[in-house]
């Protein structure tokens, strides 16, 4: 890099910056109060910005512009207009108005829905989002939108958390006038989003069909070593990675993406990026974008980078531990217990409406992480349960304790005491970090651990938002008559015993992966859903149909929809994965197993001529015959149970049936794929192993 980050950074992004330098100070001035406070743009305004805006993307090299969205198929989507429009005698010229900036139209009949579009009704419009910036990318205006059907419902990820983004800030600033903040007029939810991912020669995924297909490994027995030794997790970086992780960390620089952190994780291949705190829709945003930018570079480079969360079985798993918090517009950060926890009655209360909201709500927060391929992840490896509870560690927890006990807990200023006299002794954090917990308190935020790598952070965000919405919404309800009076401290510590006394169940500072743990859980009455399909259906309980319909989150015709989409994703997800077994096991394994069987019979044939012993050869090819026959058996017996479960009309029965039936028969066949490739010679096995791809970069 000939150029310094400070000089790189943004260059591609319309930024505040830009557009205060570019627009005229009115049209910036009343642009900036559409953005704040949620104002409808007018189209005249609305031309200055466009045009300005396409006289800076063409000095950038573009010739396209695109309304960027994210639908509900996991990723996001763009359809490019170039700017050329004609001219007289033939001519063109560069064109870019108001109307074309704030709406455009895709088909939304070709995009997941739920039902609510259908080809005879395909009519969807994305408008967009001036609260995210717009940038340039390979020739192209990218410009943020949200997507939403003819008939006005909502049509993509991001629609919902800008909305719950609007309840949480008009609740909690209605919550902390309560406390005396009355200069807040702005709560946002912030997020940090820890990106882990997997990368390997491209060379070697080009001859694997299920990564090609399915995003993760199929068949595969696990290497010799794995990551028993620990030698991987922030070990030097390769050459081959770092120079991938250089070009990475300019391409996102360039585009306002503040890549903070780089690593190697504890898998073999597997990395992480980390970028700087930013708002829960900025971050989205920029997330999907991170994704996107990841997988391009690692082609300049030879490699595919692998955002399944699962792509290999029997090492860690990928997730994107979604760090949370919530400042104000004048610079406080609401989960920032302070030096004292016990004296911050502000902090105390909102700690409770978390944990009392996660509580009540633990469905929805193990729906926000809910696929396919998380169902693979999460409960080892490093990986969270799928019990939803938090962790607070031991000072908030005796801080909690105190409160329900009614005494003074005092704060322990703790020093670690090194044994070095070279070395100065360090503050000790007042939690340790707890790598089980799904929901963990991390100092001045809450960890998110359970999203999986692959997905789109608006949902848990926009859940996550809605549930902090609805409790402080009730703690303002109930404090509301106190507020300037003597009682009040009173009546707010009388409310968090209550909300402890009730709720305290959700709090578990211990291993989540143990088999105690799961006994305690039922116990207590936390609910256990396993897997995607156990808990899907619980998206349109009534009590989660009425906070989302209290905050305008979701109509009651939008969320049954998403649930119809969830369900049908998870079922068309597992049906390319047993195809593709199916395809990769007749078309390759199968006949490798085969022919091997033949050498080994024709080697047996040999030795008997010439009155050798052929005992080795003998036993390998019973050995190798019997599983091939099993492994014929398992082929033709999970197609039997695909094509069944193909003929299945209703959504979650079909969903259930590939969970119980396909997805068993599939384990099988692995297993027993895995065992013949134990036994062959690689040089007979067409596939890359597990060695040959987690060690070669």
């Given at each position: 890099m000939?150029r310094s ?9 319309f930024?505040?910056?830009v557009?205060?330098a570019?627009l005229?100070?009115n049209?910036?001035k009343?642009l900036?109060k559409t ?9 005249t ?6 045009n300005?805006?396409?006289?800076w993307?063409i000095?950038?090299?573009a010739?396209h512009?695109t309304h960027?969205?994210?639908?509900l ?8 207009d170039?700017?050329i429009t004609?001219a007289?005698k033939g001519m ?15 088909d ?15 009519r ?10 717009c ?16 008939t006005?419902?909502?049509l993509d990820?991001?629609t919902?958390?800008?909305r ?12 902390l ?6 200069n ?10 820890e990106?882990?991912?997997?990368l ?16 993760r490994?199929?068949f ?13 997790y922030?070990a030097n ?5 770092a120079?991938y ?7 996102l620089?360039?585009l306002?993406?503040?890549s ?6 504890v898998?073999?291949a597997?990395h992480?990026?980390?970028p700087v705190?930013t708002t829960s829709?900025?971050?989205a945003?920029q997330?999907?974008?991170a994704?996107e930018?990841m997988e391009k570079?690692?082609l300049?480079h030879?490699l ?10 029997g ?6 531990h ?5 400042a ?5 950060n ?6 004292t ?6 902090f105390?209360?909102i700690l409770c409406a978390?944990?009392?909201g ?10 926000s992480?809910?696929?396919a ?9 490093e ?10 560690g031991?000072?908030l927890?005796?801080?909690?304790k105190?409160i329900?006990?009614?005494?003074v807990?005092?704060?322990q200023?703790?020093?670690f005491?090194?044994g ?6 360090f ?8 790598r089980t ?7 001045n935020?809450f ?30 309800e109930i404090?509301e008559?106190?507020k300037n009076?003597?009682r ?5 510590k009388?409310?968090?015993?209550t ?6 169940r959700?709090i578990?500072n ?9 006994q305690?859980?039922k116990r207590?009455?936390?609910?256990n859903?396993p897997?995607t399909?156990?808990?899907i259906?619980?998206y ?6 009425c906070i989302?319909k209290?905050?305008g989150?979701?109509t009651?015709?939008?969320l049954?929809?998403?649930t ?28 490798a197993?085969?022919?091997?069987i033949?050498?080994?019979c024709d ?10 012993s052929s ?16 492994f014929y058996?398992?082929?033709e017996?999970?197609?039997i149970?695909?094509n ?5 009309k ?6 259930r049936?590939?969970?119980d ?5 599939m384990?099988?066949?692995r ?5 013949i490739?134990r ?6 096995w ?5 060695s040959?791809?987690?060690y070669?970069v």
């Amino acid at each position: 890099m000939t150029r310094s980050v400070p000089e790189i950074f943004a260059e591609n992004v319309f930024s505040d910056e830009v557009m205060k330098a570019r627009l005229p100070k009115n049209v910036y001035k009343t642009l900036m109060k559409t953005i704040q406070n949620g104002r409808q743009l007018d189209m005249t305004t609305a031309d200055f910005v466009a045009n300005t805006m396409k006289e800076w993307a063409i000095e950038k090299g573009a010739t396209h512009y695109t309304h960027w969205f994210q639908p509900l198929t996991g990723s996001t989507a763009e359809k490019h207009d170039s700017f050329i429009t004609p001219a007289s005698k033939g001519m063109a010229i560069m064109e870019f108005s108001g109307k074309a900036l704030v709406k455009g139209e895709p088909d939304a009949s070709s995009f997941p829905s739920g039902g609510l579009r259908q080809t005879s009704s395909a009519r969807g419009y994305t408008a967009w989002d001036p609260t995210s910036s717009c940038f340039v990318k390979e020739g192209s205006l990218y410009i943020p939108t949200v997507f939403l059907s003819y008939t006005g419902e909502t049509l993509d990820k991001k629609t919902p958390l800008l909305r719950s983004m609007d309840a949480l800030s008009s609740t909690a600033v209605k919550f902390l006038k309560l406390f005396g903040n009355e200069n807040v007029t702005r709560v946002t939810s912030t997020v940090g989003a820890e990106q882990e991912y997997f990368l390997i020669d491209k060379k070697m995924y080009d001859r694997r069909e299920d990564l090609i297909l399915t995003g993760r490994t199929l068949f595969g027995a696990k290497p010799p070593k794995g990551q028993e030794l620990d030698d991987q997790y922030f070990a030097n970086l390769r050459p081959r990675i770092a120079e991938y992780m250089a070009d990475l960390d300019e391409e996102l620089w360039k585009l306002g993406i503040y890549s903070k952190t780089k690593h190697n994780e504890v898998a073999p291949a597997q990395h992480e990026m980390a970028p700087v705190f930013t708002t829960s829709n900025l971050g989205a945003d920029q997330n999907e974008l991170a994704m996107e930018v990841m997988e391009k570079v690692a082609l300049k480079h030879g490699l595919v980078c692998l955002l399944h969360e699962k792509p290999f079985e029997g090492v860690n798993g990928s997730g994107k531990h979604n760090n949370w918090s919530m400042a104000t517009d004048d610079g406080q950060n609401l989960l920032d217990p302070g030096d004292t926890p016990m004296e911050n009655l502000q902090f105390l209360t909102i700690l409770c409406a978390l944990i009392k909201g996660i509580d009540e709500y633990s469905d929805l927060m193990r729906i926000s992480a809910a696929s396919a391929g998380n169902d693979h992840r999460l409960g080892a490896d490093e990986a969270p349960p799928a019990i939803i509870s938090m962790f607070l560690g031991e000072e908030l927890d005796a801080v909690l304790k105190a409160i329900e006990e009614d005494y003074v807990y005092k704060t322990q200023t703790r020093a670690f005491e090194i044994g070095i006299n070279a070395l100065p002794s360090f503050p000790k954090d007042s939690t340790d970090r707890n790598r089980t917990s799904p929901f963990a308190f991390t100092g001045n935020r809450f960890e998110f651990r359970m999203v999986g790598s692959s997905d789109n952070i608006a949902c848990p965000n926009a859940l996550l938002n809605t549930i902090v919405a609805e409790e402080l919404s009730q703690f303002t309800e109930i404090l509301e008559p106190f507020k300037n009076t003597d009682r009040f401290e009173e009546e707010v510590k009388k409310l968090l015993k209550t909300v402890l006394k009730e709720h305290r169940r959700i709090i578990f500072n211990g291993d989540g992966y143990s088999l105690e743990w799961v006994q305690e859980a039922k116990r207590r009455g936390l609910p256990n859903y396993p897997s995607t399909v156990d808990c899907i259906p619980h998206y349109t309980d009534k009590k989660n149909m009425c906070i989302f319909k209290k905050f305008g989150i979701y109509t009651e015709n939008e969320l049954k929809a998403r649930t119809e989409v969830l369900l049908e994703t998870y079922s068309k997800t597992i049906r390319i994965e047993a195809r593709t077994m199916i395809q990769m096991a007749r078309k390759q394994l199968l006949p490798a197993t085969l022919e091997y069987i033949h050498k080994l019979c024709d080697s047996i044939a040999v030795k008997k001529q010439v009155g050798m012993s052929s005992a080795v050869e003998e036993k390998m090819a019973e050995k190798l015959n019997d599983l091939a026959e099993a492994f014929y058996d398992s082929i033709e017996n999970l197609e039997i149970q695909v094509n069944h479960a193909c003929e299945i009309k209703e959504i979650l029965p079909q969903a259930r049936f590939f969970h119980d039936i396909v997805v068993s028969e599939m384990e099988r066949m692995r297993t027993t794929s895995d065992t013949i490739e134990r036994i062959m010679p690689c040089s007979q096995w067409p596939i890359p192993d597990y060695s040959a791809m987690i060690y070669n970069v």
